[in-house]
């Protein structure tokens, strides 16, 4: 089967998070299966597309007039594309904004976007089945699809799916950007764009792909609620029968402990020395004192009102007290990266701290911490608990959305992965913690701990055969 895949990061050439891990991961793992998948993504100014072997094509598609140069790389049955615009994307530093602030013109910059996505298949002899589109930036093309390339010998026959990775983020702008869009008023009504008097264009996939999916089953039932909707619950009742939860795996080949190049030592379930290696190593580059004794607790992340940072920063007294290594990797909100910085200033020899985003740092964190903490408020699925579980880093994670369907809480015997916590409190959250440190005393029950999660198989095969399956399900219709 023949696929367009649109997205607005895409690993290694963007990322901000998850979604830029699956839109690399997701497409290899169904060209492994035996699909054709095309890749789309913005060129950011950031991306040296020459250098990652792609090969320009000018004037390739010409979105609302623009004329646009298209980069291409092609492996086999997977083509990426990357798109340029340069007062959009080529000259943008960062992908949604920069120093905290989202940039002005995001409806602009991916309405455009989508729809030169939809104009590459025509333009490069593609004919794809499904389209399948992800989180609000390329939400509009699923309109775009119906109502643009209703008669486009490329596009006409194919169906839409488009998945929810976040439905917190969900591109709301002033309803006067409509015309500028080169959107109708229709579709400005409550079964269209219009969420509260504005313009939500996550809407446009809500309401208009043929099948919804998001990443965890548990996140999927949660979105229906009022709880966990985000005001988009009633609509997602509404397409309940369209709404599948397929839990996201993992690139098992750029996440191994055994051959991870940004490591210095490796490791696997029958050779953990590595492992022990690796942890000197990270509190030798991250200045902590070089103590095996003693456990790293760590958290890699977006510090996003989403991933319960301040039940961190409100657990940090007591933390602080106890004899175990805390190493937090991020940036995000500014008060609490300065929160995070302050409290590591006072704590030097237990607390480190890095802002910033070092997809290096990640691997080497993911690989010499013992624990690593996920109290998310919500979490869609999650990715770092995914290759904590791998790199035999025990995690400490609250029982939400993918936390809840990835990691099974340690029965005080010899069952589960993790140590899950439920109540959105720092003391629930000390509680999971100390569950933890009481087992790491004992290193045979620690050990057969790690060995378990490692165990695990979270590649991609198994969850790419279920969006397989969905696709076929569309396209038989
Ligand atoms: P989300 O998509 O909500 O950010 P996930 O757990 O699904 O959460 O994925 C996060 C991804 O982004 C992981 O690959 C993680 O290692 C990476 N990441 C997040 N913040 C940083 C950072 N500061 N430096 C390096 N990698 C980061
Ligand atoms: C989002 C979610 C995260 C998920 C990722 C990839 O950013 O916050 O939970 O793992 O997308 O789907």
């Not at 043929?210 to 548990?218: E, F, K, L, M, Q």
């Amino acid at each position: 089967m023949e696929l367009l895949f649109a997205a607005s990061e895409v690993a290694p050439f963007s990322k901000s998070g998850g979604l830029g891990d699956v839109a690399e991961a997701l497409p290899a793992a169904l060209v492994a299966a035996g699909d054709a998948v095309a890749v789309v993504s913005p060129r950011y100014g950031f991306i040296d597309a020459a250098w990652h072997g792609f090969t320009p094509c000018e004037r390739a598609v010409r979105a609302r007039g623009d004329a646009t140069t298209v980069w291409s790389r092609r492996r086999g049955r997977l083509t990426h594309y990357l798109v340029e615009h340069d007062r959009f994307f080529g000259s943008r530093r960062g992908l949604y904004g920069e120093h905290g602030h989202e940039y002005g013109d995001n409806a602009e910059r991916y309405a455009w976007f989508c729809r030169a996505a939809l104009e590459v298949p025509a333009a490069f002899g593609h004919r794809p089945a499904v389209v399948h589109l992800n989180d609000w930036p390329t939400a509009l093309a699923a309109w775009l699809l119906r109502h643009e390339h209703a008669t486009d010998p490329a596009l006409a026959r194919a169906r839409s799916v488009f998945t929810i990775h976040n439905l917190s983020y969900q591109g709301s702008f002033s309803k006067e950007l409509m015309p500028a869009l080169g959107l109708p008023w229709e579709l400005f009504g409550p079964d269209g764009v219009e969420f509260h008097g504005r313009l939500n264009l996550m809407k446009a996939g809500l309401a208009y792909a043929d099948a919804i999916t998001t990443v965890s089953p548990t996140y999927a039932r949660e979105i229906t609620t009022p709880e966990g909707g985000a005001g988009l619950d009633g609509l997602l009742r509404a397409r309940a029968g369209q709404l599948t939860g397929i839990l996201n795996g993992i690139d098992a080949s750029a996440w191994d402990p055994s051959s991870d190049p940004h490591l210095t030592a490796h490791f696997d379930t029958h050779h953990l020395a590595g492992k022990a290696a690796c942890k000197r190593s990270l509190q030798e580059e991250l200045g902590l004192p070089e103590r095996a004794d003693l456990p790293l607790l760590a958290l890699v992340g977006r510090l996003a009102d989403q991933k319960g940072i301040d039940l961190v920063l409100a657990a940090l007294p007591e933390l602080t007290r106890r004899d175990l290594q805390l190493a937090v990797l991020g940036s995000g909100r500014r008060d609490w990266e300065e929160a995070l910085q302050q409290a590591a200033r006072h704590h030097g020899s237990r607390l480190a701290v890095r802002i910033g985003f070092d997809e290096g740092l990640a691997h080497r964190i993911e690989a010499g911490a013992d624990l690593f903490l996920m109290p998310s408020r919500f979490e869609p699925c999650g990715l770092n608990q995914l290759y904590s579980l791998r790199y035999g880093t025990v995690p400490v994670v609250r029982r939400v959305g993918g936390l809840a369907d990835t990691v099974e809480d340690f029965d005080g015997w010899r069952n589960g992965t993790g140590f899950v916590f439920t109540d959105y409190e720092p003391r629930a959250l000390l509680t999971a913690v100390r569950r933890g440190l009481e087992l790491y005393r004992d290193k045979r029950a620690w050990h057969a701990m790690m060995r378990r999660g490692m165990a695990l198989d979270h590649s991609w095969a198994r969850s790419a055969e279920r969006y397989r399956e969905l696709y076929r399900g569309l396209t038989e219709r």
